[in-house]
């Protein structure tokens, strides 16, 4: 357990609305990712942080962006929601050896 | 790039009997190689992972996995499946470098008969 939560966990939204999950870590991980998880599809990575102020691309980033202003916090937001974005967030620390751990994730839906 | 190929989106097993998840990766280089393990309505656990040590890797709750190079797979067993390991399996290969992103396969269920 790497001390990792998600805020809110479960989130009903309208089309159009901006929405901002937050990933809060106490484990001073550096490395902090931010996946969506859709049936038949796995997991996949949406942008990932490096660093304070560092963050980069995931294979799904489109209509996502994230901000770590603190170690600790790792935001994504939703600039204006589509349906489309309607899954289950989940977020990541690495220790930067081997396995990454996860939160219990962010059930978001999109009406 | 790296890619995993979970064959089964859903796997039945009797109490008792052998559980066998399938796992086929893709890297250009030598990977890091995991499975995951999601309970309904949770975050995803480690079972176990393979880093280019030794290639049969044994995890938790009597899972095991083999890293095959010549097949390209990362096959997980267990000898007797029990009611609890009922979950979704994941399969995950990373880089070695850089910023560790996972890939993940599209998950198998396990359904576990009494």
């Known amino acids: 357990d790497a001390g990792i939560t998600q805020s809110p966990r479960h989130k009903v939204t309208e089309t159009g609305t901006p929405v901002t999950l937050r990933c809060h870590q106490t484990?001073?991980?550096?490395?902090m990712y931010w996946y969506r998880q859709d049936p038949g599809h796995g997991l996949r990575l949406i942008h990932y942080?490096?660093?304070?102020?560092?963050?980069d691309k995931g294979e799904v980033s489109d209509g996502y962006s994230v901000s770590r202003s603190k170690t600790e916090d790792f935001l994504l937001t939703l600039e204006s929601a589509t349906s489309s974005q309607t899954s289950v967030y989940f977020c990541?620390?690495?220790?930067?050896?081997?396995?990454?751990?996860f939160g219990p994730g962010t059930r978001l839906t999109v009406t | 790039a790296q890619s995993v190929t979970q064959l089964g989106s859903h796997v039945s097993v009797s109490e008792g009997a052998l559980v066998l998840l399938r796992c086929n990766y893709s890297?250009?280089?030598?990977?890091?190689l995991f499975w995951y393990v999601q309970y309904p309505n949770q975050g995803l656990q480690l079972l176990l992972k393979?880093?280019?040590?030794?290639?049969l890797v044994k995890g938790i709750n009597g899972f095991e996995a083999e890293f095959k190079k010549s097949e390209t797979s990362f096959h997980l067993t267990k000898p007797s499946a029990h009611m609890s390991d009922a979950a979704e399996y994941f399969c995950?290969?990373?880089?070695?470098?850089?910023?560790?992103?996972?890939?993940f396969g599209t998950g198998t269920r396990l359904t576990v008969i009494p």
């Open positions: 995950a290969v990373s880089e070695k470098t850089g910023a560790n992103n996972l890939f």
């Open positions: 890297s250009s280089v030598p990977p890091y």
């Open positions: 942080s490096y660093g304070v102020k560092d963050t």
């Open positions: 393979y880093t280019s040590a030794a290639t």
């Open positions: 990541a620390t690495w220790t930067g050896t081997y396995e990454q751990y």
């Open positions: 484990e001073n991980h550096r490395y």
